[in-house]
């Protein structure tokens, strides 16, 4: 199983509500990303989590606040986000030894904030 | 300050033809670069890599060359196919901050057939 699963799909929510991202991999690995990418730019990490502990935050606000609570688990908790928020959330997913670097990507959350 | 740059921001390439994607680099410390694909809509898919140890890598269809003393790399796909009509991605990283890629701002590959 070499897949990152990513749950919702779309998602639309306002200014003043509270959701949450979800994403899952079987495949072992024990870092597990968040990144936010917006049209025609890069993937932009924002979390890392290294054996379920934040290791990396590149100082994202704090409406987002992300969360392990197991080795193939990862969320991502949103609370009073703004417009400019919407983009395409996506979660990845790499072995934490050195010898491999390749993230495995999920299909991404689409959020658009109103 | 971007480390790693994609100065072309599209390419069209015949099908059957060979399409080169070019990364340029700034950070004489990367260990290793990568390649991936993206279809709107979808996450990355990883396509092929290559240590800073070596200066070609091959996987069927997809060669990567490395050129350090230019830092330079360079995706060649041959031949072409509609199929891969996306937009590429090079990243680099490394290995004392391995979890942290630095991508490349993109080439969008259209493939005519």
């Known amino acids: 199983d070499t897949e990152v699963t990513q749950t919702p799909k779309h998602l639309v929510m306002g200014m003043t509500n509270k959701k949450s991202l979800k994403c899952e991999q079987h495949m072992g690995h024990r870092a597990m990303y968040w990144y936010k990418q917006k049209a025609k730019k890069p993937p932009e990490l924002m979390f890392v989590?290294?054996?379920?502990?934040?290791?990396i935050n590149e100082s994202v606000p704090s409406r987002f606040s992300p969360e392990c609570p197991n080795s193939s688990l990862l969320n991502l908790h949103l609370h009073a986000l703004q417009p400019e928020d919407s983009a395409l959330y996506l979660c990845?997913?790499?072995?934490?030894?050195?010898?491999?670097?390749?993230?495995?990507f999920g299909p991404g959350t689409r959020l658009t904030v109103t | 300050d971007q480390q790693v740059k994609q100065n072309s921001p599209s390419l069209s390439v015949q099908e059957g033809r060979i399409s080169i994607l070019n990364c340029d680099y700034t950070n004489s410390m990367f260990d290793y670069f990568l390649w991936y694909k993206k279809y709107p809509a979808e996450g990355p898919t990883f396509l092929i890599s290559i240590s800073s140890i070596k200066d070609k890598n091959e996987d069927g269809r997809f060669t990567v060359f490395l050129n350090k003393s230019a830092k330079h790399l360079s995706l060649h796909i041959v031949p072409s196919q509609p199929g891969d009509s996306a937009v590429y991605f090079c990243a680099a990283v490394t290995k004392y901050n391995f979890n942290k890629f630095y991508f490349g701002s993109g080439t969008k590959l259209n493939v005519k057939p």
């Open positions: 990845a997913s790499s072995q934490e030894e050195a010898r491999t670097y390749e993230q495995y």
């Open positions: 989590y290294s054996y379920e502990k934040l290791s």
